[in-house]
């Protein structure tokens, strides 16, 4: 895995969030960009009842580009 300095994790048991779940990284990727991705694990879980989905986002600071 690429070095990185933080995490962000998007998780959700609701049918209905889970449909806004891609919106809503969308969203936070855009108002981070400065932040590079460099790596992901999507987990899901479930039992009897509830059906668990987690995307998990390893990031770092861009670098700045050079002149």
């Given amino acids: 895995m690429a070095s990185y300095t933080g995490i962000k994790i998007f998780s959700t048991t609701l049918a209905r969030d889970r449909e806004a779940m891609g919106e809503n990284i969308t969203k ?3 108002e ?3 932040l590079e991705i460099v790596d992901k694990v999507v ?8 059906h668990c ?14 002149p």
């Fill in 32 to 34: 981070n960009s400065q």
């Fill in 53 to 66: 989905l987690t995307i998990t986002l390893f990031y770092r600071e861009r670098e700045a580009k050079k």
């Fill in 28 to 30: 936070w990727l855009r």
């Fill in 43 to 50: 987990t899901q879980s479930s039992d009897k009842e509830f």
